[in-house]
């Protein structure tokens, strides 16, 4: 007998290194993946459509909200996400976990409408570490990149919200501590009697 997949929100300031931490996460893992929001935002050098976002306009994100599509949204620095409803929910139903990297209006949301969603925060070590990445990465104007810092700390106080909290100090040990709540969580007894059901059977038979 299969287990239904678990839904995790992963939640960080701009900077924090979130992104970077899934996708090194998916590479150690097996049996999960990301879900592929909807923006209205622009894209940025480097992305691709479907890969790293559902990229559309203002309109057609508007008439998706209004079929009721999204299993939540939220507004973020002027632009839209959204996460797909039929997608995450036909994911979880074919035992794969799925980690959606949403912020924390949006994981406010999810934990409102889906019993068992596991909740992660990822905070950086410093405010002048974080201002150190967002310039580094060279995708933003100046003027972006205060408006992100100016609304990190707001951002930021919501972690007592989630069930787990990562500090991105070191990558490979915020790495280690992120696959390490995966694993635990899978390791749960009522996760294993399900997974291992007729092999318990076989045991005590």
Known sequence: MSTTGTLYTVSAPSGAG????????????QNICVSISHTTRPMRPGEQDGINYHFVDQATFSTMLREKAFLEHA????????????????????????????????????????????????????????????????????????QRLAEAQLEMSHYTEADFLVINDHFDTALTDLRSIIISHRLKLDAQCQRNSKLLKDLLS
Do not use: H, M
């Open 75 to 146: 507004r973020v620095f002027n632009n839209y996400y959204g996460t797909s409803r039929s997608w995450v929910e036909q994911t979880l139903v074919q035992g794969l976990d799925v980690i959606l990297e949403i912020d924390w209006q949006g994981a406010a949301q999810i934990r409102r409408l889906v019993p068992g969603c596991i909740g992660i925060f990822i905070l950086p070590p410093s405010l002048a570490i974080l201002e150190q990445r967002l310039n580094g990465r060279g995708q933003d104007e100046p003027a972006i990149i205060r």
């Open 18 to 29: 979130k992104t970077s931490l899934v996708n090194a996460l998916l590479q150690q893992c």
